[in-house]
């Protein structure tokens, strides 16, 4: 669930006003040498609004650098890839980047589903990756993350949280703070989502509460009568959905239209302006955890979101914009170390992935660290309730095992 400081010439402007391009070095170039930093996100299709969000808030911290003249000698530049959510997309995409000898670094990606794909092809070419919005445990902590953490991949890293924090942060507001016992679940059968009803699942089971039906749907599904009927006998307080928007919208209209009245809770991957528009009048009264804290929170979120506003740019940052934002000047504060001596920046991929594992800095989403396995030290998460026609924080707190 996020400066441009100097004002920018006219051309720059007109750039940033139509959405950042592959290859776009930003304002303030410095000249000499070129490193890349590629975005893997989809920039096509249902999700594409948030996958613009997170292009362009790349684009934005690599401006600033530049503007700055963060890393002498060098001028960073914007390789943005459309993966359209598709796992085999996202992964031509990784070999794409990975076999460009000026790309050290990639930012992405949004669906951890895609990120399986991705993470071995950008692994082997020993190129860091950052991702803003992953959150299944497994892609940090391994498949039996659940009894036996093991990091597969040396070189990923991600500020947000796992699933394995936001579905008890979520199963814990709904039974201490909602005082609700029976929930019904619905995941999307992707990484995601499923990943996510699981460790709510387990955490609500856990603090005496009961799923009285667990169903799932398809990701291209638009009809959800046969789900919500089987639903409905079973009584729920409260429907928890894993997935995205595009599918929690609808299903939350068609849910309320057949008279099951419940409130719905879905995660990150629901919470966006999108979700609002979708659900239309169905939306007040529903919920969503996102990690950190409110935006407006948080002084050096405020000014994220004003710069963001000056550049123009048009992608939905609600939801991940400042933890690509963060993953960016991660990326970045880590090639400050990494290309201060190097020849060119295929020789310092290694050297950037070191320089990752130390970066420690006040970022716009809150302290951005990585610990052993590449996760965000930052526990914070959020609930968010449909107030009208917005979202509201609620509770904000750290997740404590």
């Given at each position: 669930m996020v400066r441009v400081g100097a004002v920018l010439a006219v051309s720059a402007l007109a750039l940033t006003a139509?959405?950042?391009?592959?290859?776009?070095?930003?304002?303030?170039?410095?000249?000499g040498k070129i490193a890349k930093i590629g975005v893997i996100a989809p920039l096509s299709g249902d999700l594409s609004a948030i996958g613009q969000?997170?292009?362009d808030s790349v684009n934005l911290a690599i401006k600033q650098a530049n503007d700055a003249k963060a890393i002498p000698g060098w001028t960073l530049q914007l390789d943005d890839q459309d993966d359209q959510a598709n796992p085999d997309v996202g992964k031509n995409a990784a070999t794409k980047l990975a076999s460009d000898n000026q790309v050290v670094a990639v930012v992405g990606t949004l669906n951890s589903s895609v990120a399986q794909n991705v993470q071995p092809v950008l692994s082997a070419a020993k190129v860091a990756e950052v991702s803003p919005a992953n959150t299944n445990p497994s892609l940090t902590q391994g498949a039996t993350w659940a009894t036996t953490k093991k990091r597969p991949y040396a070189?990923?890293?991600?500020?947000?949280?796992?699933?394995?924090?936001?579905?008890?942060?979520?199963?814990?507001?709904?039974?201490?703070?909602?005082?609700?016992?029976?929930?019904?679940?619905?995941?999307?059968k992707k990484t995601y989502g499923q990943g996510l009803v699981q460790t709510f699942t387990e955490e609500f089971k856990k603090l005496g509460g009961t799923i009285v039906s667990a169903q799932t749907i398809n990701p291209d599904d638009k009809n959800y009568s046969a789900v919500v009927s089987k639903i409905k006998p079973s009584g729920p307080q409260l429907l928890y959905y894993g997935g995205e928007y595009p599918q929690s919208g609808p299903l939350t209209q068609q849910m309320k239209s057949a008279g099951l009245s419940i409130p719905l809770m879905g995660g990150d991957g629901m919470y966006s302006k999108d979700y609002l528009t979708l659900a239309g009048n169905a939306a007040p009264g529903n919920f969503a955890?996102?990690?950190?804290?409110?935006?407006d929170?948080?002084?050096?979120?405020?000014?994220?979101?004003?710069?963001y506003t000056a550049g123009g740019y048009k992608g939905d940052n609600s939801s991940y914009g400042a933890y690509a934002f963060d993953a960016a000047n991660a990326v970045i504060a880590a090639l400050k170390t990494s290309l201060a001596n190097a020849t060119d920046a295929k020789s310092a991929r290694q050297a950037t992935i070191d320089a990752l594992s130390k970066v420690s800095f006040a970022g716009v989403s809150g302290q951005v660290a990585f610990d052993q396995y590449g996760d965000t030290t930052n526990k914070?998460?959020?609930?968010?309730?449909?107030?009208?026609?917005?979202?509201?924080?609620?509770?904000?707190?750290?997740?404590?095992?």
């Open positions: 139509c959405g950042s391009r592959s290859g776009d070095s930003g304002s303030g170039s410095t000249g969000g997170i292009r070189n990923y890293f991600r500020t947000c949280t796992t699933d394995a924090v936001q579905g008890p942060f979520a199963a814990r507001y709904v039974y201490n703070t909602l005082h609700l016992t029976k929930v019904a679940t619905v995941h999307d955890t996102s990690v950190g804290a409110p935006l929170q948080l002084p050096a979120a405020k000014k994220y979101v004003s710069d914070t998460l959020t609930v968010y309730k449909v107030d009208g026609t917005a979202w509201k924080g609620v509770n904000t707190g750290e997740f404590k095992d």
